[in-house]
């Protein structure tokens, strides 16, 4: 958790506004392969460290983030194998995965 912390310290500015080179967390190669990927270990918990989930969808869960740049900043969370990045999905994966963002939205846009 604390080089979680500390990752999210550096890439959002340090106190007082002034903005901090970011750089990449020690464990960064063994989150890209999974070995550690919190995302993966933690679950589907209806509250987590990102906020409380509103949406649990076959592949994804939804939460509104308790800290944001803007009121009602949601996270959708991938629930399938370990993937990095949106185009790591196969084809039936991506369909999946973004059908559920876009219920998410229009879920949200009508709150
Ligand atoms: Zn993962």
Redesign the pocket.
């Known amino acids: 958790m604390a080089q979680h912390d500390d990752f999210a310290r550096r890439s959002l500015g340090a106190p007082g506004g002034r903005i901090e080179i970011m750089s990449w967390p020690d464990d960064w190669q063994d989150r890209l392969t999974?070995a550690v990927?919190?995302?993966?270990?933690e679950g589907r918990p209806s509250e987590s460290r990102v906020g409380l989930r509103f949406h649990a969808g076959e592949v994804t869960d939804a939460y509104l983030a308790r800290r944001a740049m803007a009121r009602g900043y949601a996270v959708v969370i991938w629930r399938g194998r370990?993937?990095?990045e949106p185009h790591h999905l196969s084809a039936e994966e991506s369909v999946r995965f973004h059908g559920e963002v876009l219920r998410v939205g229009a879920q949200r846009a009508h709150a």
């Open positions: 999974g990927c919190r995302f993966c270990t370990h993937v990095v």
